[in-house]
């Protein structure tokens, strides 16, 4: 008789799962600033596709994200948050874009400031894997930025190139906290 000897499969490495997500948000959040700069001065057919695709790529890589935190008992709540935010954003942008720029600065704005609390938070639970006080900083600016954004939709000649830029800037926050990540 043959005994078989059942060992569980090694939990996947956290870390090097959390810098691959956020090697690639860094990836996207780059093309994708630099297509909606090239169209930030009016918004076309491109310009609202990119708009509604960035939060839909947010509820993605979060979902991503919560596999990982779970298998790994990590802070799954604040990226469930992030999700139902990122949600409720697509469905906003999606009846923003066929109203202009401030209404989409509007929409875009409340997901900044909320969505940036949760990521302040969702970084401050998981600092002891180290690496996150880029993301902390992100959360926080991005709360910053989505005031702004608010602010910026009632003046003339508002413009969705501040959406680029903020993008392109949580891009480089991802790689940073990335490259900060504990081996």
Known sequence: MDTV???????ANP????????LGRFA???VWSGLLFTTAG?????????????????VACAIVDVRGARANRGPVRGLYVNIALSVLTTA?????VS???????????????????????VGVLRRGMGGQWPMIVSGGISA?????????????????SNLAGYAFLGGVFFLVSALRLRR
């Open 92 to 96: 906003g942008l999606l009846a923003a």
């Open 99 to 121: 109203s202009g720029i401030p209404a989409v600065l509007r929409v875009w704005g409340v997901w900044a400031v909320t969505a940036g609390l949760v990521q302040l938070t």
């Open 42 to 58: 009016r918004l076309g057919a491109l310009g609202k596709v990119l708009l509604v695709v960035y939060p839909l790529f947010d």
């Open 144 to 160: 910053l930025a989505g005031a702004s954004f608010v602010a910026q939709a009632a003046k003339e000649g508002a413009s969705l």
């Open 5 to 11: 000897i059942s060992t569980p499969a090694p939990a």
């Open 28 to 30: 996207f959040a780059t």
């Open 15 to 22: 870390v090097a799962a959390l810098r691959r997500l956020y």
